[in-house]
Structure formats: C-alpha cells, structure tokens
C-alpha cells in the first residue's frame, strides 16, 4: 500500500500562471482533504471531499479549486498562482468525515513557490 | 475565537532523555484532541486520538494526557531517540458545524546524541 501519493514534489510558477496538484489514496477512504502549511502556523483546510461527488469549503479556499475525481483521487487547482500561495501544500484522507473519531493520513507534501 | 498554542516553540534534550510538550486550547464545544509527528519534509503522521473522557493515552513511549477542564494536554516522550527529532502537533476538533481541526503551530524537538 502507498498510502497516500502526491505529484508533484517540487513546483516553481510565476504570477498568474496556473496548476493542478494530485492527490491519490488506495486506503478506499471515503473522505479527502487538502491543507497549506506555512512557516510558524498550524496547518489550515483548503478544501475537502466527504465522500466522492461532494466537496466543501474549508478556512482558506479562496483562489483554489477542487475536484474529486473518483474515490480514490482528489485535485487541487490555482487557476492564477499569486505569490501568497506560496506553501507546502498536503493531501491527506480519513475513513470517514470530519465528524468521526478517526485520524487522518497525510500524503509527503508539494512545495510550491510563486515568483 | 478558537486557538491552540504549543509551548515551547523548541526544544533540545540529549538522546535517552525524556521532556513534555504542552498544549493549551481555547477550542469550545471540544470534541477530541489529537498529537501529530512531522518529521521534516514529511506529512505529518497520527500519535493519539482523546476524547474529554480520556485522561492519557499511550502509544509506545509517548504519553498524551488530557485536562478537559484546564484545557491543556501534554505529550511525554519517554527515553528519547534520534529518530524522535521532529515537530510535534497538537490538534484539537470542535463540535460545531463543521468539525473542523484547529492545528496548533507545532513544538520542534531536537534529540542530540
């Protein structure tokens, strides 16, 4: 088992250019999340997935989206990078939702730098 | 407004040494709270899970303890390794609507041989 995966490890993006960072789990999960982590802060939710075919919002989702392709992957989108979004970015996923007393796995991180 | 903070920021004990890390919440209504380990340039990984019926939890030799009344926890770390050199999370959950995870910034533990 791989846990979960991310892609890619390392990005570099100018302002205003655009990408997408994949999420995979083989866990067969029901709920998915994607956090940013920044220097001297607690992690913070982007967005996250309860089940396939749902998405909801998190603390900070503004200038990001999602998609959830299948049960097994997540996406997470800048559709025009802006350097405040430079961070680590985390995938992570949990047998069930925010709601349950379950804990989550976390994915190895995308560090991403906006010039 | 909810918050956790960890105390201290660092710290550095020499190999087979034990310490506490602390964790205070101002998180209302509570639902559990949980202790991360992150290994630098890893996603963190899960330690313990509590919920205000649990007064510690162990997994090895570290040790979580939760006051649901101060609202405080602590994570022991028995005999400390190497390998245990790390930042450790404090993570409380809040039973509102959301359930959201509230993430404290991390105490970062430096084992020297």
């Known amino acids: 088992n791989a846990g979960v995966t991310q892609t890619p490890k390392f990005q570099v993006l100018k302002t205003g250019q655009s990408m997408t960072l994949q999420c995979a789990q083989d866990?067969?999960?029901?709920?998915m999340y994607w956090y940013r982590q920044d220097p001297g802060m607690g992690l913070r939710l982007i967005y996250y997935?309860?089940?396939?075919?749902?998405?909801d919002k998190g603390e900070v989702p503004n200038g990001y989206n999602v998609s959830r392709l299948n049960k097994r992957e997540f996406s997470l989108r800048l559709e025009s990078a802006a350097p405040s979004q430079t961070s680590v970015y985390f995938c992570?996923?949990?047998?069930?939702?925010?709601?349950?007393?379950?804990?989550?796995?976390f994915g190895p991180g995308t560090r991403l730098t906006v010039l | 407004k909810n918050q956790v903070e960890q105390s201290p920021q660092s710290l550095i004990i020499l190999e087979g040494k034990n310490c506490t890390l602390q964790?205070?919440?101002?998180?209302?209504?509570?639902?559990?709270l949980r202790w991360y380990k992150q290994d630098t340039g890893r996603g963190p990984v899960s330690l313990t899970i509590?919920?205000?019926s649990e007064n510690t939890k162990s997994n090895g030799r570290y040790t979580a303890t939760l006051d649901a009344d101060t609202k405080q926890s602590s994570l022991h770390i028995t005999a400390s390794q190497l390998s245990d050199s790390a930042s450790y999370i404090c993570?409380?959950?809040?039973?509102?609507?959301?359930?959201?995870?509230?993430w404290g910034a991390g105490t970062k533990l430096i084992i020297k041989p």
């Open positions: 992570a996923s949990s047998a069930l939702g925010l709601f349950s007393y379950n804990e989550q796995f």
């Open positions: 866990m067969n999960h029901n709920s």
């Open positions: 997935s309860a089940s396939e075919g749902t998405t």
């Open positions: 964790c205070n919440y101002t998180v209302s209504p509570f639902s559990n």
């Open positions: 509590m919920t205000f």
């Open positions: 993570v409380v959950s809040a039973k509102d609507s959301n359930y959201q995870l509230i």
